[in-house]
Nanobody, 122 residues
Framework: QVQLVESGGGLVQPGGSLRLSCAAS????????IGWFRQAPGKEREGVSC????????YYADSVKGRFTISRDKAKNMVYLQMNSLKPEDTADYYC???????????????WGQGTQVTVSS
């Protein structure tokens, strides 16, 4: 059974940092690519970043490029999203999910975590 559990969200001031974690179970990271998605109030869910299962190639949305870094620890079956230089517009619920991941884009592949809330505010 595929399960994804996010953690690490919270309240942070603009310019601050947070690291989100995604614990995967029921499969290994060699089997599925993993993406981070977010949904802000009143907005559609958008893909933020992903890491491809086969070769670790990563993708970042333009809005987070240079500020966010996705990584994985295969031994722990964990995926991380390091978020630096956070802005109020990064405020959203963040989800990890199995993903279709290319260097040029990403999409959801079916399984979602429950989400973790990130609020960037002074």
């Amino acid at each position: 059974q595929v399960q994804l559990v996010e953690s690490g969200g919270g309240l942070v001031q603009p310019g601050g940092s947070l690291r989100l974690s995604c614990a995967a179970s029921g499969f290994t990271l060699d089997y599925y690519s993993i993406g981070w998605f977010r949904q802000a109030p009143g907005k559609e869910r958008e893909g933020v970043s992903c890491i491809r299962r086969s070769d670790g190639i990563t993708y970042y949305a333009d809005s987070v490029k240079g500020r966010f870094t996705i990584s994985r620890d295969k031994a722990k079956n964990m995926v991380y999203l390091q978020m630096n230089s956070l802005k109020p517009e990064d405020t959203a619920d963040y989800y990890c999910a199995t993903a279709r991941c290319l260097s040029s884009g990403m999409g959801n592949a079916g399984s979602w975590g429950q989400g973790t809330q990130v609020t960037v505010s002074s």
